[in-house]
């Protein structure tokens, strides 16, 4: 018998006495249970970093929103949603957000921190026409889409038309 042959034998038995005490010790009903629960937390996964993204809004602001000097827009480009009936961090009624975004790193003044902002395109309605920034501030180039303002982003949404822009405060950007 060569070695190889030893080795299958031995993966074989080491599988069948390991059912074979996995059968006993459980039932049918708790390996079911236990296998919806793995699945169940599993699916939740994905809402973890919204979760924590949430509580990133409470961030001391001063400033105009509806100004292009607004410091969660250093690499916004585009109109921005508070002069169109939104907010900076929620769409307009009747516009919805891109899942797919862009982002940036902008340095809050009143806390002397940067910020990691998400920069989602509203789409659905007609271009909003108003208050309209294009800054850049380490905007990469194309090659690096995730972090290029010049896109249209309105991917993933009913309709490609392009709206305005929102800036969400992700959280405190870490050097890591």
């Not at 009747?94 to 975004?101: K, L, N, R, V």
């Not at 809050?108 to 271009?127: A, F, H, R, W």
Request: one cysteine or more; aromatic letters at 8%.
């Amino acid at each position: 018998m060569n070695i190889v042959s030893r080795a299958f034998d031995w993966i074989d038995h080491s599988t069948s006495q390991s059912s074979r005490v996995l059968a006993r010790r459980t039932s049918r009903r708790s390996l079911l249970g236990r296998l919806g629960t793995m699945l169940v937390g599993m699916s939740a996964l994905p809402l973890l970093p919204v979760a924590r993204s949430l509580g990133a809004e409470r961030v001391a602001e001063i400033g105009d929103p509806q100004s292009c000097d607004y410091w969660r827009y250093c690499a916004l480009g585009g109109f921005l949603c508070t002069c169109c009936g939104g907010s900076v961090n929620a769409c307009p009624p009747g516009a919805e957000p891109s899942p797919i975004t862009w982002v940036g790193t902008c340095r809050n003044p009143v806390d002397d921190k940067d910020y990691l902002i998400s920069y989602n395109d509203c789409c659905g309605k007609s271009t909003c026409g108003r208050c309209f920034c294009h800054r850049s501030e380490g905007d990469k180039p194309v090659y690096m889409p995730s972090k290029a303002n010049d896109i249209l982003w309105c991917f993933g949404t009913e309709s490609h038309t392009y709206h305005c822009t929102v800036a969400v405060v992700m959280g405190e950007a870490t050097n890591g």
